[in-house]
């Protein structure tokens, strides 16, 4: 069985009250389309074909070549929707998997039984329901007196007797391509002019054939986007499922409720996590770390045995047992190796510091190179920046930085060198040398041990 997926992603989505389009709305720091995109992914090699109208170009920019792209140019209806995607896969596939772009938490499990039912089922279409009496606006699952399907009916065009249907429908379908593509242009135009996909269940079972059912227990993954409150809704739907996951994996939450995971972030076992922890985008933390509370941590790889607290930290690299904070800050390009010590209010911005560096607070190292051992003193500041170029800060391993050392770059400063506190170093320090003053000057070699 050859598989197609169709992604419907052409909603303009109103009751969002946004100049967005709806699908590129962000859940879990990414586009609510991707989640629908990436389970179809998982199910077929084929690039998924995507429906897109409003907002078409914008959902382009956004997702380049992942998939191929069909556009509804009037926005008629769901069914008038899969439409759009025939000329791309008609004679292509013998199956066709119809999801929308807008229900971020389906599971590919749930679509890969869906379709696996399909296979077996003699009739043309399988589709996803829910047992949920208190979703009240989803479409009834229509049955016969011998349990057969026979319909989906809207709310909107529901009696009261089927208002208390307890069977909706989710919106997930496994179709016979064949089929599916003679039988759209039946489709009735509905009192609002449009031509729901849904009405193909009738003209499957007013045909004899068998509508196969696969039901999900899982009520988040029934979850379409429509307002910002279920916006809201998904993100701690989302945020439930994959605490839950690294749980499972060893990792500890202090409070589940208020640490934020992205779907991006892996975490090693024995790692604790504490409140207010915002951990997103390519990060990877190992094993046995203490993370927060009060922290965020984007793009950046974390070692094993660190403890980061009340920091920030965006695009850096992080060897073991490193310590941060309070109230410490990486920006990109921050490096640091084994056991480096990073007091409160202290930023690194495109350096490396050596392993065992300690950083006293209140400094600032941009663009610099810091040997192993070195210890940087309480308000040291590279002056790293000349108004037209960034130069770089050279210190080389175990030197003593005094405290308030300005150090204008370009500058380097040898192995075991120091500067007095307060001074201003304009020029290189040779290694085993005092330099103090402002600006600084070397006054005496130092005796270094052997």
């Not at 296979?119 to 009240?136: E, K, Q, V």
């Amino acid at each position: 069985m050859t598989l197609a997926a169709v992604i419907l992603a052409a909603g303009q989505g109103t009751r969002l009250k946004s100049d967005l389009p709806k699908v590129l709305h962000r859940l879990g720091g990414r586009a609510l389309v991707r989640y629908a995109i990436e389970a179809a992914q998982a199910l077929t090699d084929a690039p998924p074909v995507l429906v897109i109208g409003h907002g078409a170009d914008e959902v382009r920019a956004e997702l380049g070549d992942t998939v191929r792209y069909a556009v509804q140019e009037q926005q008629l209806g769901t069914g008038h929707a899969v439409m759009q995607a025939a000329p791309l896969l008609e004679g292509r596939c013998s199956n066709v998997l119809v999801t929308y772009g807008d229900m971020p938490l389906l599971r590919a499990n749930t679509l890969r039984a869906l379709i696996e039912t399909q296979s077996r089922n003699s009739g043309p279409l399988t589709l996803l329901t829910i047992d949920a009496p208190h979703l009240f606006d989803f479409g009834r699952i229509v049955r016969d007196v011998d349990g057969r399907v026979t319909g989906i009916i809207e709310l909107a065009q529901a009696t009261p007797a089927q208002q208390a249907i307890v069977e909706k429908n989710v919106g997930a379908y496994c179709l016979n391509a064949e089929w599916l593509w003679a039988h759209l242009p039946q489709l009735p135009l509905s009192p609002k002019g449009e031509y729901y996909l849904t009405d193909i269940v009738a003209l499957a079972a007013a045909e004899g054939g068998d509508v196969a059912v696969v039901k999900t227990d899982d009520e988040a993954e029934t979850l379409g986007i429509n307002t910002r409150a279920q916006l809201a809704q998904a993100e701690a739907a989302l945020r439930a499922r994959l605490n839950a996951q690294w749980m499972a994996e060893g990792v500890t939450f202090i409070d589940p409720a208020t640490t934020y995971l992205e779907p991006t972030v892996t975490v090693g076992r024995d790692t604790v996590l504490w409140p207010n922890v915002h951990l997103q985008g390519a990060t990877s933390i190992g094993e046995g770390c203490v993370i927060g509370p009060n922290t965020i941590v984007r793009d950046t790889v974390i070692g094993n045995g660190c403890h980061i607290e009340c920091s920030v930290l965006e695009g850096a690299w992080l060897g073991d047992e490193v310590e941060m904070g309070p109230f410490a800050r990486l920006r990109q390009g921050a490096r640091l190796e084994r056991g480096v010590h990073m007091g409160n209010f202290g930023e690194v911005k495109n350096s490396t510091l050596g392993p065992g560096v300690k950083m006293g607070h209140f400094s600032y190292i941009g663009d610099a190179a810091i040997g192993a051992e070195a210890n940087i003193g309480a308000g040291t500041i590279t002056c790293n920046f000349d108004g037209v170029k960034k130069n770089k800060t050279i210190i080389g391993e175990n030197a003593f930085i005094g405290s308030d050392t300005m150090l204008v770059a370009p500058v380097s400063l040898g192995a075991n060198a120091r500067t007095g506190a307060g001074s201003v170093v304009t020029k290189d320090i040779p290694a085993d040398s005092l330099a103090v003053g402002m600006p600084a000057r070397v006054i005496r070699k130092l005796k270094v041990e052997s």
